[in-house]
């Protein structure tokens, strides 16, 4: 029997090992990966051994021996097989065909009705998108290897049900297996907070740093943690739902129910409440209640022009922003904090600028120091790339890759408490 932790720690192992092919193309050898990874040669041998069995690694050449062993170079094999990674938001359902090395090969974006929308009617949207990518991309279905999908709100992503939806009002619905019903293949599911901090982990931030925080600001608003390099997800998966913590005492009614959440001050229906209170008519309040960006690119023409109205409603975003990732500062001591999605993408440089200049009023001296704010360099496909990511790790995981058991002295060591089974000295 395969023990559960020493499981664990081999899935941490080669999620590192992986994360160095997706964080910058081009070949390496197993000495570069250790190096990168600190992990030991031996477990580097180990995990690319099974992945080259796998067919997901390939040998692609031989490093420059300069008078030492030719060491061999390995690279993803790309066409190894596809996977889909799909971001259903409450205003859109967009969907990404990848091949292994995450290069994409084509995309879908439709939208979703406004109101309320039943489980029934998203999956009949992404299966209409999962159709349209493969056309597009001349590539057949049954060479996917997995789809993750992305739902707002609660997952539970071990069972694979959506257990609360703020926006649809679901409740428990086993989305996971309807999917893989319709689609006929295999689905991981899980919500955008966790895959958008795993794309930001792979492709963005988490490169350089171990400790972030991606701030999703869409419609929704939270917070997808990555610590340690590795996801955060808590206890049942819900942790940084940062957007319905309190900010503001007895403030806005938030869309969870509660009173004065982040949410209802810097998602997009907050920026348009704040909008309203400055300016009862401004036209763009028009468009607000049904689509977001309108909004957004209106607020963000108006502001490059000077238009005072704008440019103060993008100052008290960014103020309540600041005020919000105080929190997220004082209690996780980041590294990086990411802004990302919708929001940050239209508002870009000056809602940084900003947030920038409010953050320190309300972070301590010493995390403030120590943590970078930026935007994300994945703004558009973050969710979707990320759930792609998810399922290349659901995928691995149901093959058991690892197959028989053959524990590292490193991991063993772990999985017995005496260590993380990285070399001493890690530092990045
Ligand atoms: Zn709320």
């Not at 031996?42 to 062993?69: C, D, F, K, P």
Request: proline letters at 4%; hydrophobic letters at 45%.
């Amino acid at each position: 029997m395969v023990n559960r932790s020493a499981q664990d720690i081999r899935r941490l192992n080669r999620f590192e090992v992986l994360r160095r092919f997706h964080a910058s193309s081009g070949p390496r050898t197993r000495q570069d990966l250790a190096s990168e990874t600190a992990l030991s040669i031996a477990t580097v041998s180990n995990l690319t051994s099974e992945l080259i069995g796998e067919g997901v690694l390939v040998e692609v050449g031989q490093a420059g021996s300069g008078g030492g062993r030719p060491r061999a170079l390995l690279a993803l094999n790309a066409d190894r097989g596809t996977l889909i990674g799909i971001d259903v938001a409450e205003t859109s359902v967009r969907t990404e065909l990848f091949d292994l090395a995450l290069g994409e090969m084509a995309v879908d974006e439709r939208p979703v009705a406004s109101g309320d929308v039943t489980p029934e009617q998203i999956v009949d949207l992404v299966e209409s998108g999962v159709d349209t990518v493969h056309m597009a991309a001349g590539s057949l279905r049954s060479r996917v290897l997995g789809v993750g999908i992305s739902l707002p709100g609660l997952v539970e992503r071990k069972r694979g049900v959506s257990t609360y939806s703020p926006y649809w009002a679901w409740r428990d619905v086993p989305m996971r297996d309807r999917l893989a019903e319709r689609l006929g293949l295999p689905v991981h599911l899980d919500n955008p907070l966790k895959a958008s901090a795993l794309a930001e982990l792979w492709f963005g931030a988490g490169r350089e740093v171990d400790n972030l925080v991606v701030v999703m600001l869409r419609s929704g608003v939270g917070a997808g943690l990555a610590l340690d390099g590795t996801l955060y997800r808590g206890a049942t998966n819900s942790a940084g739902e940062w957007g319905h913590s309190c900010l503001v005492f007895e403030g806005r009614r938030c869309r969870c129910g509660n009173l004065g959440c982040v949410e209802a001050y810097v998602g997009t229906a907050g920026i348009a409440e704040t909008l309203r209170s400055l300016a009862p008519g401004d036209p763009l309040l028009a468009e607000a209640d049904a689509l977001a960006a309108p909004l957004l690119t209106g607020l963000a023409a108006r502001a490059a022009k000077g238009d005072p109205t704008a440019v103060e409603v993008i100052r008290r975003t960014a103020a309540y922003l600041g005020a919000a990732l105080g929190n997220l500062v004082n209690i996780l001591n980041p590294e990086a904090l990411v802004l990302g999605d919708q929001v940050a993408a239209h508002l870009g440089e000056r809602l940084l600028v900003e947030t920038k200049a409010a953050l320190a009023g309300h972070a301590l001296a010493q995390p403030l120091r120590a943590v970078t704010l930026r935007l994300s360099s994945l703004p558009h496909d973050a969710v979707s790339r990320g759930a792609a990511a998810l399922a290349f790790e659901g995928f691995l995981n149901d093959r058991e890759v690892f197959g028989p058991v053959s524990r590292t002295r490193a991991a063993k060591a772990r999985a017995e408490g005496h260590g993380d089974g990285r070399r001493p000295g890690r530092s990045r």
